[in-house]
T-cell receptor
Framework: DAGITQSPRHKVTETGTPVTLRCHQTENHRYMYWYRQDPGHGLRLIHYSYGVKDTDKGEVSDGYSVSRSKTEDFLLTLESATSSQTSVYFC?????????FGEGSRLTVL | GQQLNQSPQSMFIQEGEDVSMNCTSSSIFNTWLWYKQDPGEGPVLLIALYKAGELTSNGRLTAQFGITRKDSFLNISASIPSDVGIYFCAGQLGEYGNKLVFGAGTILRVKS
């Protein structure tokens, strides 16, 4: 158990609505990440954080924003969800040389 | 972006068989990670490799960091039904996961 909790685990929403996914860690790791996983594309990095209020973009950041106000929490926000953002979202935390994933949040945008 | 070629894409296993899969890249990596993902769950780290030539075991799993630093393989010996799932390799360029590149995965299924 890597001490990562994602919420919600499942969400169905409509196009154009805002959505926020939360990742909570109990490990006090400096680095946190948001990935999405889609068939044919594997795991792709959306955004990551290297400390409180320190974030940077990943490979597929368009349409997403993140915030980290506390070490233990990393929020992913879709300001206006689109159908192309239907996916499974994974939070991850890391220490040097290792990366641990949460259980995932399945988001469906209708 | 950078690509990892993971093969095979899928394979069928019979209980007791040994299984091999590998990842290759045109890039050099500092770390190789191997994950297993069960349906509806997040990837779970199986083995981490940090040095070229390193051979590491975790129970029935053995993984090696290629000498050229551009490849890695994972072997599963004497497979059992609970080995089914998706196995991912990942190559890491820096110290942290923002420089991680994932393979597309190898799907392990049980031969009926």
């Amino acid at each position: 158990d890597a001490g990562i909790t994602q919420s919600p685990r499942h969400k169905v929403t409509e196009t154009g609505t805002p959505v926020t996914l939360r990742c909570h860690q109990t490990e006090n790791h400096r680095y946190m990440y948001w990935y999405r996983q889609d068939p044919g594309h594997g795991l792709r990095l959306i955004h990551y954080s290297y400390g409180v209020k320190d974030t940077d973009k990943g490979e597929v950041s368009d349409g997403y924003s993140v915030s980290r106000s506390k070490t233990e929490d990393f929020l992913l926000t879709l300001e206006s969800a689109t159908s192309s953002q239907t996916s499974v979202y994974f939070c991850a935390i890391s220490e040097p040389g290792e990366l641990f994933f949460g259980e995932g949040s399945r988001l469906t945008v209708l | 972006g950078q690509q990892l070629n993971q093969s095979p894409q899928s394979m069928f296993i019979q209980e007791g068989e040994d299984v091999s899969m590998n990842c290759t890249s045109s890039s050099i990596f500092n770390t190789w990670l191997w994950y297993k993902q069960d349906p509806g769950e997040g990837p779970v780290l199986l083995i981490a490799l940090y040095k070229a030539g390193e051979l590491t075991s975790n129970g029935r799993l053995t993984a090696q960091f290629g000498i050229t630093r551009k490849d890695s393989f994972l072997n599963i010996s004497a497979s059992i039904p609970s080995d089914v799932g998706i196995y991912f390799c990942a190559g890491q360029l820096g110290e942290y996961g923002n420089k991680l590149v994932f393979g597309a995965g190898t799907i392990l299924r049980v031969k009926s």
